[in-house]
């Protein structure tokens, strides 16, 4: 619980932060990902929600800090007699979105890159073995970080369209407590990944 306690009281951080920047924006955003697990664990598409604010910098920069529910997953064999069973886990992230980029025709056309590091907890899950039963939680690392980059154009001020790719830098494996079919299957596995999302800022 205190994890979870820590992300949230980020989030609260994050939205407060910029407070000298030139203009304040809020949004939605949703979208899809692509996860490229390591080892043997196969892509699988997943999706994300969530709110957002931006907040405009001098020089071009603006940084855009959301929360996010973020449901990543894969395809994995549980045993070699088994066929391929889809998996999931949903996230409560935050990632801070740092973003470079000229404006054009009065604002209504941006161009930006951007940068985003992030942070995630597990809160939710859809993991079974070979026999159909959920895996414990005490298998599952259940924090995530890592480093996002990525492209976006945001078309009259209200419409942001971003492609990124997510490096996760963790294990999805809990390796203290894992068992030893859990490892076998997960081992060297994480949830980096293509994303592709879709914001109205008011």
């Keep these: 619980m205190k994890k979870i306690y820590i992300i949230l009281a980020a989030a609260v951080l994050f939205m407060c932060l910029p407070t000298r920047a030139d203009a304040q924006h809020f949004g939605v955003k949703a979208g899809v990902n692509f996860s490229d697990p390591k080892a043997d664990v196969k892509t699988n598409m997943g999706y994300q929600a969530g709110i957002a604010v931006q907040c405009d910098l001098p020089l071009w920069f603006s940084i855009q800090p959301e929360l996010l529910f973020h449901v990543k997953g894969g395809q994995a064999s549980a045993s070699s007699d088994a066929g391929s069973r889809a998996f999931g886990l949903g996230y409560l992230e935050i990632p801070v979105n740092i973003q470079w980029g000229p404006r054009f025709s009065d604002d209504r056309f941006r161009i930006f890159v951007q940068g985003s590091p992030f942070i995630g907890y597990a809160i939710s899950k859809d993991m079974k073995n070979a026999k159909g039963e959920a895996y414990d939680w005490k298998n599952i690392n259940r924090f995530e ?17 971003t492609g990124q790719y997510n490096w996760s830098l963790g294990n999805l494996v809990n390796s203290g407590f894992a068992e030893d079919e859990f490892k076998k299957v997960f081992d060297e ?3 980096s990944g293509y994303t592709i999302s879709l914001a109205i800022i008011f």
């Design 145 to 161: 970080y890592g480093l996002g980059a990525g492209l976006g154009i945001q078309l009259w001020r209200h419409f942001q369209i």
């Design 189 to 191: 596995s994480n949830f």
